[in-house]
């Protein structure tokens, strides 16, 4: 008969055969001392460093490649969220080949590892590409992370499909001859330096319950945004990084984006009472970011006018 504890007293639920509905103060030490954890990086308890960047470095955009990030010091920004250009020949894009664009991201990933603070997060907003053959994109960038050091927290799929392009690609029309997958869907991979968890230094949590209740369920649901609108071949909408920053940051901490684009980190940052640095190689793209920056504190600070 399975083992079963389902009392929510100060001794929790405990992992047993068939598993247990309870998950508050659930003891998982068996589960995590299975075989299959055997070898696998775990997170460790970490001392608590924090180094701060330079005012006059911080909430700032920078026209350069985030490969080399030399404005911020080791253990001084607390979140990374970000979405790669997709390399597939866009006018933003190099068009390298796979091994290039590979090693330039994890050259990226590398330095973001060196500038977050210990249990600091990476959030990379990524959709696998092509049909013959498919490239699991994310796959590739999850092999890349662990082998820097990341601890791989999850992965959210965010759900595209009430405002996914309406593509008629079906391949071999209601024959298996060929029929097409499509996709209605995109990953975001979140990952943590050295540690699971962050040393809170009394910082101030600004989460609603309604939100941290539905934001960390493994599946998201909202609509994509217009290119056209924002000026910017391939936008991700606010609500992405206002999500991640909500759940995985505290007021005031820094927000960083490495492919910064039309500048929405930036933006949800601000809105979310954040600070923020962003990078961007295309100097239009980094003055479009600036102009919509600009123009929302222009907004919300009559004394910016």
Known sequence: MAETNYKRTGAGTKTSSFGTPGRI???????????????????????????????????RIYCKSSENMDELPDNSTHLMVTSPPYNVTK???NNLSLAEYLKLLRNIWQETYRVLVPGGRACINVANLGRKPYIPLHS??????HDIGFLMRGELIWNKASS????????????AANPVLRDVHEYI????????????KAKENTIKKEEFLEWTKSVCTFPAVS?????????????????????????????????????????SSIKDNRNFIGY??????????????????KQTDPSKK
């Open 25 to 59: 103060n659930h003891d998982s030490s068996k589960f995590y001392e299975s075989r299959l954890y055997e070898g696998l990086k775990k997170g460790e308890e970490t001392s608590h460093i924090e180094n701060e960047i330079p005012v006059e470095n911080l909430d």
């Open 280 to 297: 961007d190689t295309n100097a239009e793209y980094v003055k479009l970011a600036e102009t919509r920056i600009s123009s929302y504190i």
């Open 189 to 200: 991979l979140v990952f943590s330096k050295d540690s699971f968890s962050r040393k809170k």
């Open 140 to 145: 590739y960038i999850i092999e890349d992370m």
């Open 227 to 267: 290119a056209k609108q924002i000026g910017h071949p391939a936008p991700f909408p606010e609500e992405l990084p206002h999500r991640l920053i909500q759940l995985y940051t505290f007021k005031n901490d820094v927000v960083l984006d490495p492919f910064a684009g039309s500048g929405t980190t930036c933006l």
């Open 91 to 93: 006018d933003y894009d």
């Open 164 to 175: 996914a392009s309406p593509s008629t690609a079906w391949g071999s029309w209601l024959s």
